[in-house]
Every structure is written in structure tokens, then in C-alpha cells.
Nanobody
Framework: QVQLVESGGGLVQTGASLRLSCAAS????????MGWFRQAPGKEREFVAA????????YYADSVKGRFTISRDNSKNTLYLQMNSLKPEDTAVYYC?????????????????WGQGTQVTVSS
């Protein structure tokens, strides 16, 4: 089993940047496809980005493509999400998640492990 802990959220203004981190423990991160999801109040959890285990293939939601970058450092057992040009509609709790296998999946139900989330608030 793998435990995930997110950090790096906060309150920023429109156009600012933030970098989220997700530290893993229990098992090595290299064994999992990793993803970022977010959930705004009153909305369903939505896919943000995913990254493959070793060759670092990436997959993004259209809403963040060109602004967000997902990356991983398997040697540090850590996942990252660099968020640039933030907009008020990016406001949400951001979660990292892990799944076995090799496919980059956007469906939350296909992920096996989740962190507790970190709040990102973008003011206009």
C-alpha cells in the first residue's frame, strides 16, 4: 500500500503560479501511474493530469493544457504539479492519486490510492 501526502496549496491572485507536491511512502512511486485531480465545491472530482511510471508520458485535461505541468522524481518518491497562469476557475482541492498498470487514465474510480488533498484558491 502507498500513502500520499499533498502540499503546496495556497491563496494566490489570478495569473500567479504554484507548485504542488505529493510525497509518497510505503512503496516506491515508480511502480505506479500517477495523477492529479481536483474538486471544486458542489462539483464532481475532475481529472487534471497523469504521468506514466518510467518514460514520463503525460496526459492533460484540455482546461489545463499549456498552463500546468506534471512531473515526477522517482528517486525522491515525489510527484509534482507546476501550475502557471492560474485562473479563478482553477480554485479547488487538489488530490494526487496512484494506480497500478501502465495506462494513463482520467477516471477517478480507476485510481487505487489517494492523498488527503490541498486547497488552491485563486482570487480575481
Amino acid at each position: 500500500q502507498v500513502q500520499l501526502v499533498e502540499s503546496g496549496g495556497g491563496l494566490v491572485q489570478t495569473g500567479a503560479s504554484l507548485r504542488l507536491s505529493c510525497a509518497a511512502s510505503g512503496r516506491t512511486l515508480s511502480g505506479y501511474v500517477m495523477g492529479w485531480f481536483r474538486q471544486a465545491p458542489g462539483k464532481e472530482r475532475e481529472f487534471v493530469a497523469a504521468i506514466s511510471r518510467i518514460d514520463r508520458r503525460t496526459y492533460y485535461a484540455d482546461s489545463v493544457k499549456g498552463r500546468f505541468t506534471i512531473s515526477r522524481d522517482n528517486s525522491k518518491n515525489t510527484l509534482y504539479l507546476q501550475m502557471n497562469s492560474l485562473k479563478p476557475e482553477d480554485t479547488a482541492v487538489y488530490y494526487c492519486a496512484a494506480r497500478g498498470g501502465t495506462r494513463l487514465i482520467s477516471t477517478p474510480a480507476d485510481y487505487d490510492y489517494w492523498g488527503q488533498g490541498t486547497q488552491v484558491t485563486v482570487s480575481s
